[in-house]
């Protein structure tokens, strides 16, 4: 079964939780509904896999058992890959383009980065570190919340091979855009949209831009907060 994408889900359509903090700063932004949360944060093992079911649900109505299964191992393991990866929240996408299955994934982390100094200095740390990794684009871009620095690349990723019916590990690359925002308490704000189906590409790329175009900044008493307008 193929799903074939609405593009109006593109803009951002609703609410991440609200429970992202940073010290004294408080994050938000919104996730289109073509994304589905996935269970990052759960803690209590039987729930969460009720959360993957639901997910598994939502995500392929009226497929196949076989292929609801295949699904959810897939999800699981994109939970424990996000995990490592400090993800406080999570979500994925289902879609088709030209009816071929694509899948994306998105999470947004906080880093420690205090040894830089002020925004400015975390900027030029990142700008530094991604660009001594190899990578070819790495760009300084502004955003409504304030200055970041955006990265995209390609990584090797596998599925083991006692998932596999062949018994052998499946390697495959995936390619992502991250981004990374430094706040003025020390800390950043990470984000990245990735996906293993280059065919849907364009189009998760484009709802990336809208997420972080949609990332507002507060401090503890409400007020908002743009780190380019806070001498940072």
């Known amino acids: 079964m193929t799903i074939q994408p609405d593009l109006s889900p593109l803009v951002p359509g609703q609410a991440a939780p609200p429970a992202l903090h940073s010290g004294d700063i408080h ?3 919104v996730v289109p509904e073509i994304f589905h949360d996935l269970p990052v944060r759960e803690t209590d093992d039987e729930k969460a896999v009720e ?5 598994v649900e939502r995500c392929l109505p009226g497929v196949g058992e076989d292929g609801k299964t295949q699904f959810g191992v897939m999800c699981a393991l994109c939970v424990d890959a996000l995990l490592a990866a400090g993800a406080e929240y999570a979500a994925i996408c289902v879609t088709a383009v030209d009816e071929v299955p694509c899948t994306a994934t998105f999470y947004a982390s906080l880093l420690d980065s205090s040894d830089a100094g ?3 200095g975390m900027l030029k740390a990142f700008v530094s570190a991604l660009r001594r990794t190899g990578m070819d684009e790495v760009a300084e871009i502004e955003l409504p919340c304030g200055a970041a620095v955006s990265c995209i690349g390609t990584r090797e990723e596998s599925i083991p091979g006692d998932l596999m019916e062949s018994g052998e590990s499946l390697t495959y690359p995936t390619s992502y855009i991250r981004v990374y925002v430094p706040l003025p308490n020390g800390t950043s704000l990470v984000m990245e ?4 189906t280059m065919a849907g590409w364009d189009i998760f790329s484009t709802i990336f831009g809208n997420l972080v175009s949609s990332i507002r900044l507060f401090h503890a008493d ?11």
């Open 222 to 232: 409400g007020s908002p907060l743009i780190t380019s307008e806070v001498g940072a």
């Open 193 to 196: 949209m990735a996906t293993p």
């Open 51 to 55: 959360l993957l079911e639901e997910l």
């Open 27 to 29: 994050v938000r932004w």
């Open 118 to 120: 002020n925004v400015q």
